[in-house]
């Protein structure tokens, strides 16, 4: 009885310190042997492996913009005369002699020439057009975090899977692209004067008693 006694205290403590051993190693902070993949990572413990995995996905994309503005604006006036056909009034009248009882006849013809002028302003106004591209870049990370039973490598019971994504963007410096400049005609209103150029002779006739 004292054989088997001793033999049991031995087993026991056989457990003991084997079971002290495992538990120091579930709850370390990495298992030995476990390797980290490029973007990956594991933790053992608690008898749980958690696998984060993070991947990055890089796209970009284009903002265009574009804006105008008035770069000049100049006024130019323009002119233009017409002459018209003469306008022709003949008037007959009897003069008296200054000294004599005479008198005779004044035949007066006088010859009108209108000319009208017509003036305007034209205006003529450059804008420019401007064309912008920024480039945006737009990083997709998705972060996977997984757990199971057991040691890592091994076919333990899932317990999560969490897919996690954030999308971020980032916009470069705003670039000049392009300009392009369109021209743009307005007219006054039209103002009409008219003038006249008038020439008068005198035809006079013979003196009559």
């Known amino acids: 009885m004292i054989k088997g006694k001793k033999f049991t205290v031995i087993v026991l403590s056989l457990m ?33 492996t958690t696998l984060v995995d993070v991947s990055e996905k890089v796209a970009y994309d284009t903002i265009e913009e574009t804006s105008s503005e008035i770069t000049s604006v100049t006024s130019t006036p323009f002119s233009e005369s017409v002459v018209g056909e003469p306008v022709v009034t003949v008037k007959t009248y009897e003069e008296k002699h200054p000294q004599q009882d005479w008198y005779r006849i004044v035949t007066e013809t ?70 392009e400049d369109t021209e743009a005609v307005t007219t006054s209103e039209v103002t009409e004067t008219t003038s006249f150029t008038e020439k008068t002779e005198k035809k006079p006739g013979n003196w009559y008693k």
Request: charged share 15%; hydrophobic share 30%.
């Open 16 to 48: 003991l310190t084997t079971g002290f051993a495992s538990s120091a190693l579930a709850n370390n902070g990495k298992g030995a042997g476990l390797a980290d993949a490029p973007g990956q990572s594991e933790n053992f413990s608690k008898g749980v």
């Open 110 to 179: 006088t010859t009108s020439i209108p000319t009208t002028t017509k003036e305007w302003e034209e205006t003529t106004t450059v804008t420019t057009h401007y064309s912008y591209e920024t480039l945006v870049t737009i990083t997709e990370t998705t972060t996977t975090t997984s757990t199971h039973r057991g040691a890592p490598g091994s076919n333990g019971k899932q317990l999560s899977d969490v897919s996690v994504v954030d999308v971020n963007s980032v916009a470069g410096e705003k670039v000049l692209v392009g300009s």
